[in-house]
């Protein structure tokens, strides 16, 4: 009876009834002698049990944290754990700390180490991409940002869904990003920043085509930089990798910075340090009405590292982010279980704005529990009975509000107009129960009462 959550109604909102079965399931073993215990024994053992349970689950969960990040670990005042240095000094800025994670990131003249402080994942943010993955298609568009679009392949490719369930997830691989994804991200993250644009990908191989063959670039196709002026910073993702421009296997970021006239240069694995000759031709023509590029330096600025083959595009929207919020970072080689916190952040900040439509859920006939819906399907050929009624009329039970076709209440279409209260039985005071026939049709449906060819004689077929 105390375990029972129907002691306390207000209580059924805010416990999880699953994990406290869970938690019932670990207390089986010791229920025998908790039982036979005084009240006061009870519940003092009972409270003791569920402190080193709790104590079992913090510790897994701290070990998890500290796989990710070489920061000592503190608790706050509000009993959450922080990372060392980033803990509010009072309860009441504890909010505004988490939400802004680069306000308490504290920068020297050597940059930043890594710390998944700066990089928050929200929770209901979580819970809402899990909804994204199980309901949307692949093909469904979540986010357009200007010219650049992500659908749910695309999420799944920043994030799978496997990290979503678990973001301490041991799996080593992690698949590539696409061109979409890449793009629609760093496109997000300069959305709302002034000063500052984002040149997709895909637009430098539309240039190339037309400067190998004409020495020139169409109008048209420069029609994404005619708003720059000489302060503005552009981020130019860009895929690399082979020798043809219009194919390649590995991201980088170009930054081009108006204000101090510079270059940067965000690569992962450091093999493109410096802008080649040929491409800087392409981009001095491009820019030329703008920046005399010839006149500006090319910097390789301290950025983290990755030691795998397919981690660039998490590595290149990362230091994107880190580039608008002017944070430089110390070197270092990031591991799996960081890239893997990477990867659910990125993928859910994509979706914090993305509404969640509710899917309608699908008229059933309540007929249909009981298998003697005039219009369900055999179980043979899963072939509807009347496949050629296309259109159903309904009507709702007042008591129940269950719903059943007119042709299983037993009403003809004419009788509709006059009926103003139905109901199906829900209240009948005493309920009659057939064992041997439920059991028939529950077990082989109507066609165990009647066969096909004795209901074609009854219409007259």
């Known amino acids: 009876r105390l375990r029972s959550l129907d002691l306390v109604p207000e209580l059924a909102a805010i416990v999880n009834s699953s994990v406290a079965e869970q938690i019932n399931r670990e207390l089986s073993s010791s229920r025998y002698f908790l039982c036979s215990m005084k009240d006061s024994h009870f519940m003092f053992t009972l409270r003791l049990l569920f402190h080193l349970h709790n104590r079992k689950v913090n510790s897994k969960y701290e070990e998890g944290i500290k796989r990710m990040t070489d920061d000592p670990l503190e608790i706050g005042p509000d009993g959450r754990l922080w990372l060392a240095g980033s803990v509010p000094t009072k309860l009441e800025n504890v909010e505004v700390a988490m939400s802004t994670g680069g ?9 930043v180490l890594f710390s998944v402080a700066m990089f928050p994942v929200v929770e209901r943010h979580k819970a809402k991409l899990a909804q994204l993955y199980a309901e949307q298609s692949n093909s469904t568009v979540l986010l357009m940002v200007g010219n650049n679009h992500a659908n749910v392949r695309d999420l799944k490719l920043i994030c799978p869904p496997a990290l979503v369930v678990s973001d301490t997830s041991t799996s ?36 190339w085509r037309d400067w190998r063959t004409h020495r020139t670039v169409r109008d048209r196709s420069l029609s994404c930089i005619k708003d720059l002026q000489e302060d503005t910073r552009v981020l130019f993702p860009r895929c690399v990798g082979c020798k043809d421009v219009e194919k390649g296997n590995h991201f980088i970021v170009w930054v081009f910075d108006g204000a101090s006239k ?8 450091a093999l493109y340090k410096t802008i080649t000759k040929n491409n800087m031709e392409l981009l001095s023509f491009v820019f030329g009405k703008i920046w005399d590029l010839r006149e500006w330096t090319q910097k ?7 030691n795998d083959g397919n981690n660039c595009g998490v590595f290149g929207i990362t230091m994107a982010q880190m580039e608008l919020q002017s944070l430089y970072v110390k070197e270092e080689v ?11 952040y990125h993928a859910t900040e994509m979706v914090a704005d993305v509404k969640v439509e509710k899917k309608k859920r699908k008229q059933q006939c309540m007929s249909s529990n009981i298998h003697v819906c005039v219009f369900q399907e055999r179980s043979l050929d899963q072939q509807l009975l009347h496949p050629e009624v296309t259109t159903h009329k309904w009507i709702e039970c007042d008591s129940c509000k269950g719903w059943l076709h007119i042709e299983c209440a037993g009403i003809q279409p004419a009788e509709l107009k006059h009926t103003s209260t139905f ?5 009948n005071p005493q309920l009659w129960i057939f064992d041997r026939l439920r059991g028939i049709i529950q077990e082989k449906g109507v066609q165990g009462l009647v066969t096909e060819e004795e209901i074609r004689v009854c219409f007259g077929d």
Not at 103 to 111: P, R, V
Not at 262 to 269: A, G, H, K, P, Q
Not at 334 to 344: A, F, S
């Open 300 to 306: 390789y600025p301290a950025q983290w590292k990755q």
């Open 262 to 269: 510079e270059i940067r240069v965000y690569d992962s694995l």
């Open 103 to 111: 306000e308490t990131i504290t920068q020297d003249e050597h940059g």
């Open 334 to 344: 990031l591991g799996h279980n960081q890239l893997h916190h990477l990867r659910l």
């Open 423 to 427: 109901h199906c039985g829900c209240q």
């Open 172 to 207: 080593s691989s992690s698949p590539w990003l696409n061109d979409d994804g890449f793009n629609t991200r760093i496109a997000q993250l300069a959305e709302n920043i002034q000063n500052v644009s984002v040149i997709p990908s895909f637009m430098f191989p539309y240039w």
